[in-house]
């Protein structure tokens, strides 16, 4: 699995414990997406990550192997932490968890480049679900109630674009992408910014989990700030 391009790999001497909660994992908790696995002493959500909390199971875990094998685990407990570094990983990767924001971005941008356009979510661009994004939402009538969205155009084709990858209740968790034909333009800036503005008037809070530097200096950017860092662990 290669990750070089898209993660920075976790080199840190502290503990990669997440010690508050995404909104991503809230929603597994409350049942709105992946699936829960109880027992006794803790509990695996497994969803967009798998989030060990609680203590380890050995016995559960070696009659259910693919909780923790073929997933990114996260821990949210020491003890959790403890038992994957004793198990073969392959590779841990670092994220970076910010404050949930509520607010427009106060970013003085540069003017887009020629030729680049930015354009809300249309039911066109929704259908297109450019770099896979608008699919937690059930069709386009519900993405405009729930959700919020901005794209990049070049030649009528979305090449970069920020939209909610899920709402829960009135908070969003925020999903950002740009062609790598049409990087280091300022794209993403004018697409996060638009989308920060839709939330501000829906009075939409937003959730922002960086996957590499770039994302986390520019979530610092417009306004957020470093709530944790912590470890996604991968396991042979």
Known sequence: METQDIYEVWNKEKSGVLSVEPLIYKACKEGKMGNIFSYPDGCIYKTVFTYLCGKPDEKIVSEHPELIYGTRLV??????????????????????????????????????????????????????????????????????????????????????????????????????????DHRKKGLADHCVFEMMKQCNDKGLTIHWDAQNPMSSNMAISHGFTSAAEYAVYWLE
């Open 75 to 180: 821990c949210m407990s020491s003890e959790w932490e403890e038992y994957i570094k004793r198990l073969s990983v392959k590779f841990v990767l670092r994220r970076e968890l910010m404050e949930p924001l509520n607010g427009s971005s106060s970013k003085v941008l540069a003017p887009l480049p020629e030729g680049y356009s930015v354009s809300c979510f249309t039911r066109e661009i929704f259908d297109e679900h450019p770099f896979d994004q608008g699919r937690s939402y059930k069709d386009h009538d519900d993405f405009l109630k729930r959700g919020v969205g901005a794209a990049i155009l070049y030649n009528g084709k979305v090449v970069s674009a920020s939209s909610s990858f899920i709402t829960v209740d009135d908070h969003v968790e925020l999903d950002v992408f740009t062609d790598p």
